[in-house]
């Protein structure tokens, strides 16, 4: 019979970067813990899938792995000399693995409709303050370390930064399980190149090209994956049927959906009710999960409002609307030509025409010249931001701003 403190030091295989070690009790019990396990249950790429049908791993899995590069790194700078105490340690893990424990189902769709003007990142913090009384305060340094309040900034950067363990890790299992090569990154090699000086995280200049790949990586994936064509056409048919939901539910004029969602779609919570209501918002939000979205709309396909039902049957079906890309802006003479069409053919109104007819905008840089900088440190110690140090005679354009205007329509639509 093992001792519950053996049992706890488990080995997770993981496909993206094999054997993972859990060395704490207490990231054991918070992987126990039913707030996590529900990230099993929340597709990393929400409705990606559609068009890379590889991509159905989950925020539990991201998680596990970001933790394991946070364990590589600490290691890596206590060996290059830096005192990082067990505690501090500890604590770093703890913020890593519970990063993401806020998010909603299939992503960031929720994060636009169901509650509106709440994200992800103060969800997460939210959980892990509860989780936090839960544990007898043994999370207090993990928040601060969360939070960027921690003496020893570079802990932070190690969570949240331009080259987090956050990143490293979702670029690479996207690419995994995208099957898309481009956005394969030497992640291992980065979190072994990294230093401290001066209390923030820098790259070691063996790691340059590392870094550059990282950041051409990034961008290339960010088009590639995140904004493909498909996957935003996917999105805006998830985010329009939780409108449509949430404005039906206002109205009591909404189909059965799971008690959860129904919760919240007939409710208008503000980070505050989360804050200053009683516990029961937080833990009604942490039943939320993908199976409540794609069952609810299994229920509204065939419900009596046309719009929802017809907007289901599309996303069940995956029946996506075209979505045409470019960097002007697209007439306005072109976008009421196809509202009227669509209008005349479905026999609805203008305002409810904005659920079939999108236009807007989608932006995206590799790497911010704002926030702080990837610092490479050469041997005699002086320090460079990667766009100075890269020998590419582009890298400056990974930091520019790439802005397209998108339009989005039924297929069935022709004009």
Not at 69 to 82: D, E, F, S, Y
Request: net charge neutral.
């Amino acid at each position: 019979m093992h001792s519950s403190k053996t049992n706890k030091k488990k080995i997770i295989n993981d496909p993206v970067h094999g054997f993972i070690s859990i060395s704490w009790d207490i990231i054991f019990d918070l992987i126990e813990h039913p707030y996590f396990q529900r990230l099993r249950r929340i597709r990393q790429l929400g409705l990606t899938s559609f068009v890379y049908p590889g991509a159905t791993h989950t925020r539990f899995q991201h998680a596990l792995g970001a933790t394991h590069l946070m364990n590589t790194a600490i290691n890596v700078l206590r060996q290059k000399g830096h005192i990082i105490t067990d505690e501090e340690a500890e604590a770093a893990n703890i913020a890593i693995l519970l990063h993401d424990i806020g998010h909603g189902p299939f992503s960031h769709a929720l994060e636009n409709t169901i509650i509106r003007g709440i994200n992800h990142e103060e969800l997460s913090l939210l959980f892990i303050h509860d989780l936090n009384a839960s544990f007898g305060g043994r999370l207090d340094m993990a928040i601060e370390i969360f939070t960027g309040k921690y003496r020893k900034k570079f802990l932070h950067q190690l969570v949240a930064s331009q080259l987090d363990m956050d990143r490293l890790d979702y670029l690479k299992r996207d690419s995994f399980f995208t099957g898309v090569i481009e956005g394969v990154i030497g992640s291992d090699r980065i979190v072994r190149m990294l230093n401290v000086l001066n209390d923030k995280l820098v790259v070691d200049i063996k790691g340059i090209y590392s870094i550059e790949k990282f950041l051409i990586a990034r961008r290339l994936m960010y088009w590639q994956v995140y904004f493909h064509k498909g996957v935003l056409a996917s999105e805006i048919l998830l985010v329009n049927i939780l409108k449509r939901a949430k404005e039906l539910a206002q109205k009591n004029n909404l189909p059965p959906a799971t008690p959860t969602l129904q919760y919240f779609l007939n409710n208008n919570f503000s980070i505050s009710d989360f804050i200053t209501g009683n516990k029961t918002i937080l833990d009604q939000y942490a039943r939320l999960d993908d199976n409540d979205i794609i069952s609810s709309a299994k229920i509204w396909a065939d419900g009596t409002d046309q719009i929802l039902s017809r907007l289901c049957n599309n996303m069940l079906n995956r029946k996506l609307f075209r979505i045409e890309l470019q960097k002007e802006k697209f007439p306005e003479m072109k976008i009421n030509q196809i509202r009227n069409a669509v209008m005349k053919k479905y026999g609805i109104s203008s305002s409810e025409s904005e659920y079939f007819v999108i236009n807007d905008s989608i932006s995206n840089y590799a790497y911010s010249s704002d926030d702080e900088r990837i610092q490479i440190l050469y041997h005699n110690g002086e320090l460079k931001d990667v766009t100075e140090a890269s020998d590419m005679p582009d890298m400056s354009i990974l930091t520019k701003t790439v802005t397209k205007n998108y339009l989005c329509y039924p297929k069935e639509i022709e004009i």
